[in-house]
T-cell receptor, first 116, second 110 residues
């Protein structure tokens, strides 16, 4: 069974640029969540996708957007990058089913984004 | 107010010590509770779920107090390999969002 993978592992961008981060969910998982983890902080929930639809969003501006594809892989897009966007971006997948209160989330290794 | 609050530490303890971490959460509708472990520059990994009746997994014991809205993690007989950051996590029903605390750093010394 292949775990959650993310690409790229590291990325350097400049202010104002746009970035796309990618995530392949674990086999059989239909839900993908994205998190931003600044240095010394816990992961902050950005949004979640379930069956290609956004299924909840944290306190992040609209320049953070996402997609989920039919194979349940996902992208996180960030426009107009700011210095404070420098962080580790984590993707987590889970086999969420309607009516359940929880399914464990499995995290990928993350993409470390540096904005100069 | 943050959804989840944790003491950032660090907790510096000798091998063999018992150490306890606490975590408070603000939303009384929180449904599920977990402790995750995160090693330096790695992704978080589930350590254990926290059940209302309390639960134990080897040297690790987790407790939940819904009335006071806190959860705890007790580590007995600390090992060097327990050195990591421990993240408290709560979720709300339906959205399946995870709210993470900022983490408590544990350093176990020889």
């Amino acid at each position: 069974e292949t775990g959650v993978t993310q690409s790229p592992t590291h990325l350097i961008k400049t202010r104002g640029q746009q970035v796309t981060l990618r995530c392949s969910s674990q086999s059989g998982h239909n839900t993908v969540s994205w998190y931003q983890q600044a240095l010394g902080q816990g992961p902050q929930f950005i949004f979640q996708y379930y069956r290609e639809e956004e299924n909840g969003r944290g306190n992040f501006p609209p320049r953070f957007s996402g997609l989920q594809f039919p194979n349940y892989s996902s992208e996180l897009n960030v426009n107009a990058l700011e210095l404070d966007d420098s962080a580790l971006y984590l993707c987590a997948s889970s086999p969420w089913t309607s009516g359940s209160s929880y399914n464990e989330q499995f995290f990928g290794p993350g993409t470390r984004l540096t904005v100069l | 107010r943050k959804e989840v609050e944790q003491d950032p530490g660090p907790f510096n303890v000798p091998e063999g010590a018992t150490v306890a971490f606490n975590c408070t959460y603000s939303n009384s509708a929180s449904q599920s509770f977990f402790w995750y472990r995160q090693d330096c520059r790695k992704e978080p990994k589930l350590l254990m779920s926290v059940y209302s009746s309390g639960n134990e997994d080897g040297r690790f014991t987790a407790q939940l107090n819904r009335a006071s809205q806190y959860i705890s993690l007790l580590i007995r007989d600390s090992k060097l390999s327990d050195s990591a950051t421990y993240l408290c996590v709560v979720t709300l029903y339906n959205f399946n969002k995870f709210y993470f605390g900022s983490g408590t750093k544990l350093n176990v010394k020889p």
